[in-house]
């Protein structure tokens, strides 16, 4: 296949490890050149709190998340907390060498976000980037990814929309991030642990203040089918991308059945605070 053709995967509601798992076997798999480039749409079943790659495990509140019936999982990317609960995830996986995921992380970030862009404005949304600028180590040492937007993100009415992460390997690229369609967005604070519970109340009307669901921007509900069709069609219209709807081969489905025993679903992994592998690890906020 040429670089312009793209396989679409659209998966159903899945746990958090079956998720992350799937995204590193897709990303293993196009590294390898078994596979085309791939843009996966997904949703979670039930709703999961990730941390990001390095993110300290004692930042999440595992009583808390088990009375509430969330699950946990850590992402292999970098970046801060997300609770993925009605909501729009999508994953992009291509060779290193691909147009588009060349020049780096901001580059790709800054290519790709065009996609998301055309997306939502098939929406009825009015959205942006947003700039390049240094955080502030408040923000930085902040737990929550949609508090604050990074370097290329997306934001519309100043909050942000989406946020993304990339993980760069040396014949690969994994972006995957996450656009609310509805809900609480403060409801991510009640996983996370605070020291007090008028912290918690003040985190949580922060992200409420910083950063907007779908619904909210456009006082309507949008469906995910409804979603999930308009951002494919923002990447096709401004990447160029020709979409082919498949899904995951046999050896990929395996293989992402083995990362998810062996990595995503194990405490060793999920519990671990944060020395980095072998890859070249990107951090975005989300």
Same mark, same amino acid.
């Given at each position: 296949?040429? /670089?312009?053709?793209?396989?679409?995967?659209?998966?159903?509601?899945?746990?958090?490890?079956?998720? $992350?798992?799937?995204?590193?076997?897709?990303?293993?798999?196009?590294?390898?050149?078994?596979?085309?480039? &791939? !843009?996966? !749409?997904?949703?979670? $079943?039930?709703?999961?709190?990730? #941390?990001?790659?390095?993110?300290?495990?004692? +930042?999440?509140?595992?009583?808390?998340?088990?009375?509430?019936?969330?699950?946990?999982?850590?992402?292999?990317?970098?970046?801060?907390?997300?609770?993925?609960?009605?909501? #729009?995830?999508?994953?992009? &996986?291509?060779?290193?060498?691909?147009?588009?995921?060349?020049?780096?992380?901001?580059?790709?970030?800054?290519?790709?976000?065009?996609?998301? !862009?055309?997306?939502?404005?098939?929406?009825?949304?009015?959205?942006?980037?947003?700039?390049?600028?240094?955080?502030?180590? &408040?923000?930085?040492?902040?737990?929550?990814?949609?508090?604050?937007?990074?370097?290329?993100?997306?934001?519309?009415?100043?909050?942000? !929309?989406?946020?993304?992460?990339?993980?760069?390997?040396?014949?690969?690229?994994?972006?995957?991030?996450?656009?609310? #369609?509805?809900?609480?967005?403060?409801?991510?604070?009640?996983?996370?642990?605070?020291?007090?519970?008028?912290?918690?109340?003040?985190?949580?009307?922060?992200?409420?203040?910083?950063?907007? &669901?779908?619904?909210?921007?456009?006082?309507?509900?949008?469906?995910?089918?409804?979603?999930?069709?308009?951002? /494919?069609?923002?990447?096709?219209?401004?990447?160029? $991308?020709?979409?082919?709807?498949?899904?995951?081969?046999?050896?990929?489905?395996?293989?992402?059945? +083995?990362?998810?025993?062996?990595?995503?679903?194990?405490?060793?992994?999920?519990?671990?605070?944060?020395?980095?592998?072998?890859?070249?690890?990107?951090?975005?906020?989300?």
């Amino acid at each position: 296949m040429d /670089a312009d053709t793209w396989r679409l995967v659209l998966s159903p509601a899945l746990p958090g490890a079956d998720n $992350m798992a799937l995204d590193e076997a897709l990303l293993e798999a196009v590294s390898a050149r078994r596979a085309p480039p &791939t !843009l996966r !749409l997904y949703r979670w $079943m039930p709703a999961c709190l990730s #941390l990001g790659h390095a993110q300290p495990a004692d +930042q999440a509140d595992s009583d808390r998340l088990a009375a509430l019936g969330w699950d946990l999982v850590r992402r292999a990317t970098g970046g801060r907390a997300i609770l993925h609960t009605d909501e #729009l995830t999508y994953s992009i &996986t291509a060779p290193i060498d691909h147009p588009l995921v060349t020049g780096g992380v901001l580059g790709s970030y800054r290519l790709l976000s065009q996609g998301l !862009l055309a997306g939502l404005t098939a929406l009825g949304i009015t959205a942006d980037t947003a700039p390049e600028q240094a955080l502030s180590e &408040t923000d930085r040492s902040n737990p929550v990814c949609f508090e604050v937007p990074s370097a290329h993100e997306i934001t519309a009415g100043g909050r942000k !929309l989406i946020g993304s992460a990339q993980l760069r390997r040396v014949a690969g690229v994994l972006q995957h991030g996450s656009l609310p #369609l509805q809900g609480d967005l403060g409801r991510i604070c009640l996983g996370l642990a605070y020291a007090h519970e008028a912290d918690r109340e003040a985190a949580a009307e922060r992200v409420r203040r910083r950063a907007a &669901t779908l619904e909210e921007l456009l006082a309507r509900p949008v469906a995910w089918d409804q979603a999930a069709e308009a951002i /494919a069609d923002g990447f096709r219209h401004a990447l160029g $991308m020709r979409l082919v709807e498949a899904t995951p081969s046999e050896d990929e489905t395996a293989r992402a059945a +083995q990362l998810r025993r062996e990595r995503y679903a194990a405490k060793s992994w999920t519990r671990r605070g944060g020395p980095r592998g072998p890859a070249a690890i990107r951090p975005g906020s989300g």
